[in-house]
């Protein structure tokens, strides 16, 4: 493919078809070159509220092979190679070859991969750079999954394969909310921390989609093969954090262990995706120190495939009552 110039901001927002939508309290315009990447953006922020103003950040997605720095990376990420230019400017290059460049107000992901690559590729440098941007705006981008209920929000942290999707919809079967099964959005408000969850489609095991009820499309490229349910599974918006869960397994029925506030740090810090960057930690000390001082435990899944996602919802029912928020 040829390479195409770095766009700006500006021309982003004159591109025809854009959208414009709100994260976090933040504006967000996306543009797409087809109907296919656009298909490719719906998934990961569909049910988003438009937003109406000036964009404090423009994504364009298109099929270009973007230039990327022939030095050393300043930073390697899993698949991403990661260099940090001055002020805001940012390169990224995926392990597959696509590269997302950004400044001040935009980033352009060049999306040149196979088709079966496309959904995780574009996934993970969105968000690497979107990560960098919200963190420089006092905000921090988690992966975890985030559980709701109008009075507050309930955030599940965890390794791969700790089962956040499951505990996620667990609270869904209960009645909750789900807001994120995968990025949460984290910053200071006047009361304590608000939390955001980033609305990509949600996936599932193909039981689990059966037993909420619900079909959806065959996530690409997954060894596990997961299903991602519709957008009307998610709900968007701004809710107070009131608890923080760490996910594991049980040998038995499942259980809630407590979770003392230096165990919760060490579970936020390493969940969070800008923690390698030297200074992240002492900027946002006062969330971090925010968020490990809400009620934290350890649910532990039930061994029993039968049960897991019915004691799942028991547990959290009981996380959310020991924080005060039961009726």
Same mark, same amino acid.
């Given at each position: 493919?040829?390479?195409?110039?770095?766009?700006?901001?500006?021309?982003?927002?004159?591109?025809?078809?854009?959208?414009?939508?709100?994260?976090?309290?933040?504006?967000?315009?996306? =543009?797409?070159?087809?109907p296919e990447l656009e298909d490719?953006? %719906? =998934?990961? +922020?569909?049910?988003?509220?438009?937003?109406?103003?000036?964009?404090?950040?423009?994504?364009?997605?298109?099929?270009?092979?973007?230039?990327?720095?022939?030095?050393?990376?300043?930073?390697? &990420?899993?698949?991403?190679?990661? #260099?940090?230019?001055?002020?805001?400017?940012?390169?990224?290059?995926?392990?597959?070859?696509?590269?997302?460049?950004?400044?001040?107000?935009?980033?352009?992901?060049?999306?040149?991969?196979?088709?079966?690559?496309?959904?995780?590729?574009?996934?993970?440098?969105? +968000?690497?750079?979107?990560? #960098?941007?919200?963190?420089?705006?006092?905000?921090?981008?988690?992966?975890?999954?985030?559980?709701?209920?109008?009075?507050?929000?309930?955030?599940?942290?965890?390794?791969?394969?700790?089962?956040?999707?499951?505990?996620?919809?667990?609270?869904?079967?209960?009645?909750?909310?789900?807001?994120?099964?995968?990025?949460?959005?984290?910053?200071?408000?006047?009361?304590?921390?608000?939390?955001?969850?980033?609305?990509?489609?949600?996936?599932?095991?193909? %039981?689990?989609?059966?037993?909420?009820?619900?079909?959806?499309?065959?996530?690409?490229?997954?060894?596990?093969?997961?299903?991602?349910?519709?957008?009307?599974?998610?709900?968007?918006? &701004?809710?107070?954090?009131?608890?923080?869960?760490?996910?594991?397994?049980?040998?038995? +029925?499942?259980?809630?262990? $407590?979770?003392?506030?230096?165990?919760r740090l060490t579970a936020l810090?390493?969940?969070?995706?800008?923690?390698?960057?030297?200074?992240?930690?002492?900027?946002?000390? %006062?969330? $971090?120190?925010?968020?490990?001082?809400?009620?934290?435990?350890?649910?532990?899944?039930?061994?029993?495939?039968?049960?897991?996602?019915?004691?799942?919802?028991?547990?959290?029912?009981?996380? =959310?009552?020991?924080?005060?928020?039961?009726?």
């Open positions: 493919m040829d390479q195409a110039p770095h766009h700006t901001g500006e021309a982003a927002t004159e591109q025809p078809g854009r959208r414009t939508v709100l994260l976090a309290r933040t504006r967000i315009a996306m =543009w797409a070159a087809d490719l953006l %719906a =998934w990961h +922020f569909g049910p988003l509220p438009d937003a109406p103003g000036r964009p404090d950040l423009s994504i364009i997605v298109d099929r270009h092979l973007l230039p990327h720095p022939e030095l050393p990376a300043s930073v390697q &990420d899993g698949p991403i190679s990661r #260099w940090e230019g001055r002020g805001s400017d940012l390169v990224l290059r995926h392990e597959l070859g696509p590269v997302a460049r950004m400044d001040a107000e935009t980033v352009h992901v060049g999306l040149a991969c196979s088709r079966e690559h496309q959904w995780r590729v574009l996934r993970q440098l969105l +968000f690497s750079a979107m990560s #960098w941007f919200f963190e420089r705006r006092g905000l921090l981008v988690l992966h975890g999954a985030l559980v709701a209920q109008p009075a507050g929000a309930v955030l599940l942290v965890g390794p791969t394969g700790a089962g956040k999707s499951t505990a996620a919809v667990a609270a869904l079967d209960r009645g909750w909310e789900l807001h994120s099964d995968d990025l949460v959005v984290v910053g200071p408000g006047p009361d304590g921390p608000v939390s955001s969850g980033v609305p990509k489609r949600p996936s599932v095991d193909p %039981a689990m989609a059966r037993r909420l009820g619900r079909s959806g499309d065959v996530l690409p490229s997954d060894p596990r093969g997961r299903l991602m349910l519709g957008s009307d599974t998610l709900s968007v918006g &701004d809710r107070p954090l009131v608890a923080v869960v760490g996910l594991a397994h049980d040998t038995g +029925f499942g259980r809630l262990e $407590f979770l003392d506030p230096d165990e810090a390493l969940a969070c995706l800008e923690v390698s960057r030297n200074g992240v930690l002492g900027r946002h000390l %006062a969330l $971090f120190a925010s968020m490990a001082a809400l009620p934290g435990h350890r649910l532990l899944h039930a061994a029993d495939p039968g049960v897991l996602v019915e004691r799942a919802g028991e547990l959290l029912q009981q996380v =959310w009552n020991e924080a005060g928020r039961g009726k």
